[in-house]
């Protein structure tokens, strides 16, 4: 009796078909550790610009990547990554090969080491940067010290306090706007800006803490609160993804102590 070894001809998950290309992969590279204009990308890369369009519509199709108009500069256009796509294409390409090898989704809760502090910062303080600062201290269990401002403060933002008490089960009420000006000499280890005009206009900090960038829109539209309260939904929702990257980030020993 003889037996065949020989399995019928698959072709590769269309993920690694995709993500495997070498300059796609090292701007998946980049936009994980920041959200990057056009322009940006075109030096990191060193490739001419029609050229580095080309890959990034082919991320952008195959929503590895999402695209949004600079709303400090509208000729520029910040893309960013879409880590929860690709973490459920990770996944399933395992699968696709052996039941075995599905990875898993969530990620291993590993200990953050002391004293690590985060700064966010957008235009108003009244919405995305205090909703960031509220998430990262509660998904952190507190081992990290959060904190907000902006570069023209305005007051809390109703549906920001409604959002995360009624979807996250967070409490802002006494939370109150701050210029950038009240951190001028703290340390950081890391400052996001979580609006494009906000990253022109940000302060340099001691100690060279590493500058992010995450181009989220403003769900503060100036329209009803009822009709914006869907966007700070969405909004809060993509900053609980970022920001379970970020925790994951900040785990990770600092690279002179490695």
């Given at each position: 009796m003889t037996f065949s070894s020989a399995l019928p001809a698959l072709d590769p998950p269309g993920f690694l078909q995709l993500a495997g290309h070498p300059v796609r992969w090292r701007l998946l590279e980049e936009l994980s550790v920041s959200d990057r204009a056009v322009r940006e990308l075109t030096d990191l890369v060193g490739m001419p610009q029609n050229l580095l369009s080309y890959h990034l519509a082919k991320l952008r199709d195959g929503q590895l990547v999402s695209a949004r108009r600079s709303s400090a500069d509208?000729?520029?256009?910040?893309?960013?990554?879409?880590?929860?796509?690709?973490?459920?294409?990770?996944?399933?390409?395992?699968?696709?090969?052996?039941?075995?090898?599905?990875?898993?989704?969530?990620?291993?809760?590993?200990?953050?080491?002391?004293?690590?502090?985060?700064?966010?910062a957008c235009t108003g303080n009244?919405?995305?940067?205090?909703?960031?600062?509220?998430?990262?201290?509660?998904?952190?269990?507190?081992?990290?010290?959060?904190?907000?401002?902006g570069s023209a403060?305005?007051?809390?933002?109703?549906?920001a306090v409604r959002?995360?008490?009624?979807?996250?089960?967070?409490?802002?009420?006494?939370?109150?706007?701050?210029?950038?000006?009240?951190?001028a000499g703290e340390r950081f280890d890391r400052v996001i800006s979580l609006c494009d005009k906000v990253r022109e206009v940000c302060p340099a900090?001691?100690?060279?803490?590493?500058?992010?960038?995450w181009s989220l829109a403003n769900p503060a539209t100036g329209e009803s609160d009822a009709a914006t309260y869907p966007l700070f939904v969405e909004t809060a929702a993509e900053l609980n993804v970022r920001i379970a990257a970020l925790i994951a980030q900040l785990a990770e020993p600092d690279p002179e102590q490695t």
């Open positions: 509208r000729r520029d256009t910040y893309y960013s990554i879409r880590l929860d796509g690709i973490g459920q294409r990770l996944a399933a390409t395992g699968a696709a090969i052996h039941a075995s090898l599905r990875l898993r989704t969530e990620a291993p809760v590993t200990p953050i080491k002391p004293g690590r502090k985060v700064l966010f009244s919405a995305r940067s205090q909703m960031a600062e509220a998430l990262l201290r509660a998904r952190s269990g507190g081992a990290v010290a959060a904190f907000s401002a403060p305005k007051a809390l933002h109703p549906n959002v995360m008490r009624d979807v996250h089960g967070l409490d802002l009420t006494n939370q109150h706007a701050k210029h950038l000006d009240t951190f900090f001691p100690g060279e803490p590493q500058m992010i960038h």
